[in-house]
């Protein structure tokens, strides 16, 4: 079994900036993909970002340019880099391990963009 904790959440104004950490318990690069996701109240969950193995990422169109997702495999963490906060991008924030068969969760973050 995999564990994935998140952390660095919380409330922040628009314009604002966090960071998320999500540390696994075991390599990064076993798993095909590292990536992010939210959800919304309401909404469905929706991919952030991702980092595969090889490196190449992924950006939901809503957050290219403001958004930067990283890992440092020493460590088994993957960073989510948010800037330029908006309101709407209040949501609860999950890592995901990706493997060939199977995929993991974290227990989310909640990030809530208000002034």
């Known amino acids: 079994q995999v564990q994935l904790v998140e952390s660095g959440g919380g409330l922040v104004q628009p314009g604002g900036s966090l960071i998320l950490s999500c540390a696994a318990s075991?390599?990064?690069?076993?798993?095909?993909?590292m990536g992010w996701y939210r959800q919304a109240p309401g909404q469905q969950r929706e991919l952030v970002a991702d980092?595969?193995?090889?490196?190449?990422?992924t950006y939901a169109y809503s957050v290219q340019g403001r958004f930067t997702i990283s890992r440092d495999n020493a460590k088994n963490t993957v960073f989510l880099q948010m800037n330029s906060l908006k309101p709407e991008d209040t949501a609860v924030y999950y890592c995901?391990?990706?493997?060939?068969?199977?995929?993991?969760w974290g227990q989310g973050t909640q990030v809530t963009v208000s002034s």
């Open positions: 980092i595969r193995s090889s490196g190449m990422r």
């Open positions: 995901n391990a990706r493997a060939i068969s199977v995929s993991y």
């Open positions: 075991r390599s990064i690069l076993s798993f095909t993909a």
